[in-house]
């Protein structure tokens, strides 16, 4: 294998795991003056509208205690393993060549093909630098003439 299996079409999303949402949306939405708002049903996780931020399709504070319940099913983060600063999701062209491509490259993965409740298909994993790296389908993102 190589790198081109894992074929990424662009960055789907990318975003700071916050601690303490309310410091995190001080500094993104009220310093920098990112046009953050609350998810519907989940008023932690703040995010743009799409393409409301040249550059990226999808910017968000993800709560540590959520991004841990995404990946292991519960809201504490495993104490092993080191604690994600950020996160970033890669769209793919095939989701199963890219896990498939990962695991053979030794990569230990924290979820693989997983459809999340919203629709999204998710393998995630932490970079060597520590960043939650997630390769991803995400319907909604993708356009006709890509």
Not at 12 to 35: E, N, V, W
Not at 36 to 63: C, I, Q, R, S
Request: with cysteine.
């Amino acid at each position: 294998m190589n790198l081109t299996d894992i074929d990424v079409l662009f960055i789907a999303g990318f975003g700071p795991i916050s601690r303490d949402t309310k410091i995190s949306q001080a500094f993104y939405q009220q310093t920098l003056g990112l046009p953050l708002k609350a998810m519907e049903g989940n008023e932690e996780y703040l995010l743009t509208e799409e393409n409301a931020l040249d550059g990226v399709k999808h910017f968000a504070l993800w709560p540590l205690s959520q991004a841990a319940e995404s990946c292991f099913g519960t809201r504490e983060w495993p104490a092993e393993l080191p604690l994600p600063q950020a996160w970033i999701e890669f769209e793919v062209q095939d989701i199963d060549r890219a896990t498939r491509t990962l695991v053979a490259r030794g990569y230990q993965l924290l979820v693989a093909r997983r459809e999340e409740p919203w629709g999204q298909t998710v393998t995630r994993l932490l970079s060597p630098e520590g960043l939650l790296t997630g390769v991803t389908i995400t319907p909604w993102l993708r356009v006709e003439n890509q």
